[in-house]
């Protein structure tokens, strides 16, 4: 896995390398390396756009946000790219992060992976 983080994660982030092994057991497009980055809104996990669905040259898109438990919102959140609209949609939240992660690796609806 190839992750690349900013300059505000802290060296040795447990959550970052749990999103990291995660994605190596996904359903789709297990072929491409999605890279994971954070950043104030949260980890971001971006991928080559094999579909070519939303990028016809096949570029790096973003696929989810995961965003930490903070203030109003004490549990985990787990958005979506809304491609046409450049925003990020809510598609679940919970107390832990794994539930949210096997969301996201099943992708049975093709809601990150477009």
Not at 15 to 38: G, I, N, S
Not at 50 to 70: F, M
Request: glycine residues 4%; negative net charge; aromatic residues 8%.
């Amino acid at each position: 896995m190839n992750a690349v983080t900013e300059a505000r994660t802290p060296p040795h982030d447990l959550t970052l390398h749990r999103l990291e092994r995660a994605l190596k057991e996904r359903v789709r497009y297990r072929f491409v390396q999605p890279t994971v980055w954070f950043d104030a809104e949260g980890y971001r996990v971006e991928s080559p756009c094999c579909s070519r669905n939303v990028d016809p040259s096949g570029g790096t898109i973003a696929i989810a946000l995961l965003k930490p438990p903070v203030g109003e919102h004490p549990c985990w959140t787990l958005c979506a790219r809304d491609h046409q609209q450049q925003a990020w949609v809510v598609k679940e939240r919970a107390d832990q992060i794994e539930p949210l992660l096997d969301l996201l690796c099943l992708d049975s609806e093709r809601q990150f992976w477009p």
